[in-house]
T-cell receptor
Framework: GEDVEQSLFLSVREGDSSVINCTYT??????LYWYKQEPGAGLQLLTY?????DMKQDQRLTVLLNKKDKHLSLRIADTQTGDSAIYFC?????????????FGKGTMLLVSP | DAGVTQSPTHLIKTRGQQVTLRCSPK?????VSWYQQALGQGPQFIFQ???????QRGNFPDRFSGHQFPNYSSELNVNALLLGDSALYLC??????????FGSGTRLTVV
């Protein structure tokens, strides 16, 4: 079955880089996603990567994908206090020909001034 | 262009009652998926609707049911509420495959 694992907590200082890691199990996933959730809010799509890519950069965000090890990471450069939130890794899994998202439990990122 | 709209935003129900949550998808999207997010957990897939039919279901009991209307909006119904049903319920819309847009969710508290 599908399972997505993430570390639960990360604390960094403002201006540092943050790296959030994720492992997944479904080798047939076509897309892998990173979502951000602020307190009391829904999910905001940050970025995604197609499974045939190794890296994707989008402004302060860099996604690295190691398909052999089924490992995904999100690097946030110059982390700001506004980046404090819970970050979810999700894989696009297919059952009966249709795709759904399988999420990890989320990594709480705390950015201190 | 409105995104995904969910109502109500918050709801308190008593154990054993029934509840209906509503979702209006993003304009142009034809597929609606529902997720349950318990406190401290990641969202768990409940079911997905396309062309007014449930086409995929996660590991949730039959107390959870849904509907999709011709205008693509959707409802999630939960019968015989349990304390453990307390959660944030998220609706996501997409165009057939991928490109999911999430609403802000309905926070359900069962007392």
């Amino acid at each position: 079955g599908e399972d997505v694992e993430q570390s639960l907590f990360l604390s960094v200082r403002e201006g540092d880089s943050s790296v959030i890691n994720c492992t997944y199990t479904d080798s047939s996933s076509t897309y892998l996603y990173w979502y951000k959730q602020e307190p009391g809010a829904g999910l905001q799509l940050l970025t995604y990567i197609f499974s045939n890519m190794d890296m994707k950069q989008d402004q302060r965000l860099t996604v690295l994908l190691n398909k052999k090890d089924k490992h995904l990471s999100l690097r946030i450069a110059d982390t700001q206090t506004g980046d404090s939130a819970i970050y979810f890794c999700a894989e696009n899994t297919r059952n009966s020909g249709y795709s759904t998202l399988t999420f990890g439990k989320g990594t709480m990122l705390l950015v201190s001034p | 262009d409105a995104g995904v709209t969910q109502s109500p935003t918050h709801l308190i129900k008593t154990r054993g009652q029934q509840v209906t949550l509503r979702c209006s998808p993003k304009s142009g999207h034809d597929t609606v998926s529902w997720y349950q997010q318990a406190l401290g957990q990641g969202p768990q897939f409940i079911f997905q609707y396309y062309e007014e039919e449930e086409r995929q279901r996660g590991n949730f009991p039959d107390r959870f049911s849904g509907h999709q209307f011709p205008n693509y909006s959707s409802e999630l119904n939960v019968n015989a509420l349990l304390l453990g049903d307390s959660a944030l319920y998220l609706c996501a819309s997409s165009l057939s495959e991928g490109g999911y847009t999430f609403g802000s969710g309905t926070r359900l508290t069962v007392v």
